[in-house]
C-alpha cells in the first residue's frame, strides 16, 4: 500500500496539478530550531503543500529541528537528506535518493546502503527518488561529485529521467543547486523531460521569484521547491511574498487539471 505522505502528493497532483514545497535547513549550526519552527509555520500559511528538511552540508544533529518542525507543521514534513546525519525518526517520510549524475558510487548508492538498515528500523515512509544535477548544480555537485547536466542538452537529463522510470523511482528531482541564478533548472530541459516520463518531475534550485515559479510549472513540473527564496525573505515579509508565489503556481497548475 501506498504510504500517507506519497498518498497526499499525489492526491494534490491528481486535484490541483502542481504543488509547491519549502526546502529548510535544520543544521543547527546554521539556523536556531525556534528560526527554524518559525519559518516553516509562515511557510504553511503561506499555502505550501510540504516541508522538505535537509541539506548538502548538514554538520550537527538535526532531530531536535525535525521534531518541533513536524510537532508545529500540519503539512507533511520529508527528509531530504545530504548524507547519513540527515536522517531523522520524526519526519513524516524521507525521500529516499540517489544521485545519478554522481562519478562517485557513495552517492549512487552506498550511502543509501550505509542508512537503509536505520531507515527500515525507524519505520519513517520512504519515497524512492532519482535525483539529478543540472549545471551549475552548486554546493550540492560539489558534495555529490556530479558530472552536472549542461544546461542547453535537455535530451541527456532525459536519458537518465528514463532510466529513473524504468528502475522504479517514483519520482525525479531536477536540481539546478541553491540559489542557481537564470531562473533555476531551464523551462526547455523540463519541458523535454516531462514530454517523456509517467512519474512526476520536480524541479528546484534558482526559482528566486514568481515568474520562474510559474515557467518550471507550465514546462511540466509536478513539483517546485524553494529554499534560497524562503531564507531570503520568509522572515522578512512574514510570508507575504511567498503566499503569491504558491497563488501563481496553483493558478499554472489548475490549467492542466
Not at 23 to 36: A, H, I, Y
Not at 90 to 102: K, R
Amino acid at each position: 500500500m501506498p504510504g500517507k505522505v506519497w498518498s497526499y502528493i499525489t492526491e494534490k497532483l491528481e486535484k490541483e496539478g502542481a504543488c509547491h514545497f519549502s526546502l529548510l535547513d535544520p543544521d543547527p549550526l546554521k539556523n536556531s530550531t525556534e528560526t527554524m519552527v518559525q519559518m516553516a509555520t509562515l511557510a504553511e500559511k503561506a499555502g505550501t503543500d510540504a516541508l522538505m528538511l535537509g541539506g548538502s552540508t548538514v554538520l550537527g544533529n538535526i532531530d531536535e529541528a525535525v521534531q518541533a518542525i513536524s510537532d508545529a507543521a500540519d503539512i507533511p514534513t520529508i527528509l531530504f537528506p545530504g548524507n547519513l546525519n540527515g536522517v531523522s525518526g520524526h519526519a513524516d517520510a524521507m525521500f529516499f535518493m540517489s544521485l545519478l549524475n554522481s562519478t562517485n558510487p557513495y552517492w549512487i548508492i552506498g550511502a543509501q546502503a550505509l542508512s537503509a538498515a536505520n531507515v527500515k528500523m525507524l519505520g519513517i515512509e520512504t519515497i524512492s527518488m532519482a535525483y539529478l544535477l543540472i549545471a551549475p548544480g552548486k554546493t550540492a555537485a560539489w558534495v555529490g561529485d556530479a558530472k552536472v547536466f549542461p544546461r542547453d542538452k535537455p535530451k541527456i537529463p532525459l536519458m537518465y529521467a528514463l532510466a529513473a522510470e524504468l528502475l522504479g523511482f517514483k519520482l525525479v528531482y531536477l536540481e539546478a543547486g541553491s540559489g542557481a541564478e537564470g531562473g533555476g533548472v531551464p523551462p526547455e530541459t523540463i519541458k523535454t523531460v516531462c514530454q517523456y516520463v509517467q512519474i512526476p518531475v520536480i524541479a528546484g534550485g534558482g526559482f528566486n521569484d514568481e515568474a520562474s515559479v510559474v515557467k518550471g510549472v507550465e514546462a511540466g513540473a509536478s513539483i517546485i521547491v524553494q529554499g534560497t527564496y524562503l531564507e531570503d525573505h520568509i522572515l522578512k515579509d512574514k510570508g507575504e511574498g511567498l503566499r503569491k508565489i504558491v497563488k501563481a503556481l496553483k493558478v499554472a497548475g489548475s490549467k492542466r487539471v
